[in-house]
């Protein structure tokens, strides 16, 4: 199989933005909440974009692994144990990898199941982005009119568009005034302790390891196979990237990081066909770890949510349409149990329940057959 090319286009930086909607959030709680140091949480990230982009090929997002960041930050973490949990998780998944368990989980996750993780993470992000809408509804609406009218233009891309009104608007209501002189400052390397290894499982890794095998593993295989027809990604070989990058990111500040279908939705849906838009993203926020650190935060808090949660809502409207291919009868039985359990309790619940649904479906199914 020849190398897929790497193209630096318009679209493909359109692309590149597609997943800032769940990027900015949690980044601001990770650095304004707990602490985190810019400069390790961004050149890491980026390094970790350029890097996956090289090795797959394909648009493949990086993104906070979102059950531990949202633990972390409500409950404020330490940067040490969130570094500590970084380097768990890489743990974890080098050994999931490495034992062939993700793969054999991944074979008995029915198509059902998976499209029922993407249409709940379609429906978290849409109810996400209507929370960041409610800052501006009148600018939330001319950025969804905007999605829709430049989405697929060749000169002025839907999130280039939104991402020039956004920083337009930080200008009018003086949203610069955050940024501090340029200071070049590269990431140090910090240190954690084993019980604080052992602590973060306890306290949010252990949640998080069934949500990432579930959307970032097994539901991004799947995205990729709809998106790119004869592409082939295993989930062994994006569980053991999750292991390696999260082994290597905490030592030098990074934040637990993982792939996922939401981002790579919507990296695809803003534009992006090619691992150029890793790269192009990769290289922005090497820049602005290395040259402003000092001033992200105040640079990310004042960007309008209203652009952002507008972004956000297309892409969530983009996940639940995955469910289209799914055909009236018993497969929606397991889909019904994903979303419905996963929206009352969480997504590694809804993982469970749908595969508890799908065996029993079957069973049934089997009796039926043979009275």
């Known amino acids: ?29 990770y650095i304004v909440v707990c602490g985190l140091d810019p400069a390790g949480f961004l050149v890491m990230m980026g390094l970790a974009n350029i890097v996956s982009g090289l090795v797959y090929r394909l648009p493949m997002p990086i993104e906070p692994m979102k059950a531990l960041a949202v633990v972390a930050i409500a409950q404020q973490w330490e ?58 509804w009148l600018l939330a609406i001319v950025g969804v009119l905007i999605v829709l009218v430049f989405r697929r233009s060749k000169y002025a891309p839907a999130a280039i568009v939104l991402m020039g009104l956004g920083l337009a608007l930080m200008f009018v209501n003086g949203g610069f005034e955050a940024v501090r002189p340029v200071e070049f400052r590269l990431p140090t390397l910090v240190t954690f302790s084993a019980e604080e290894v052992w602590r973060s499982l306890l306290l949010g890794g252990f949640a998080q390891i069934p949500l990432t095998a579930a959307n ?9 196979s709809s998106y790119f027809p004869g592409e082939q990604v295993s989930s062994r070989k994006l569980g053991l990237s ?32 090619t691992a150029g838009a890793n790269v192009i993203e990769g290289m922005m926020e090497i820049t602005l770890g290395l040259l402003f650190a000092g001033s992200i935060a105040g640079l990310f808090a ?25 055909k009236v009868g018993p497969e929606l039985v397991p889909l019904v149990a994903t979303v419905g359990v996963a929206l009352l309790t969480n997504m590694a619940f809804g993982f469970v329940a749908g595969l508890a649904a799908d065996r029993i479906v079957r069973f049934a199914s089997g009796r039926r057959s043979g009275s």
């Not at 090319?5 to 318009?10: A, G, Q, S, V, W």
């Not at 992000?125 to 960041?132: D, F, G, N, Q, R």
């Not at 097994?218 to 995205?223: D, F, G, N, Y």
């Not at 990081?257 to 066909?273: E, I, K, T």
């Open 79 to 136: 940067p040490s144990l969130i570094h500590a949990s970084g380097f768990a998780m890489g743990i974890t998944w080098v050994l999931l990898a490495g034992t062939g368990a993700i793969s054999w989980i991944a074979k008995q996750t029915p198509r059902a199941v998976v499209m029922g993780i993407q249409v709940t993470l379609g429906i978290l992000l849409a109810t996400e982005a209507l929370k960041l809408a409610s800052a501006s």
């Open 302 to 326: 004042a960007f309008p949510q209203a652009i952002v949660g507008a972004m956000m809502f297309m892409v969530g409207l983009e996940m639940v349409k995955f469910a289209k291919h799914l």
């Open 242 to 273: 999750h292991g390696v990058m999260n082994l290597v990111s905490p030592l030098f500040g990074g934040m637990p990081m993982c792939h996922g279908s939401g981002g790579l939705v919507g990296q695809y849906f803003y534009g992006a066909r």
């Open 1 to 29: 199989m020849t190398k897929r090319p790497i193209r630096f286009t318009l679209h493909e930086f359109a692309g590149s933005m597609g997943d800032f909607g769940t990027l900015l959030p949690l980044a601001i709680g």
């Open 216 to 224: 970032a593993v097994i539901a991004t295989s799947a995205v990729i």
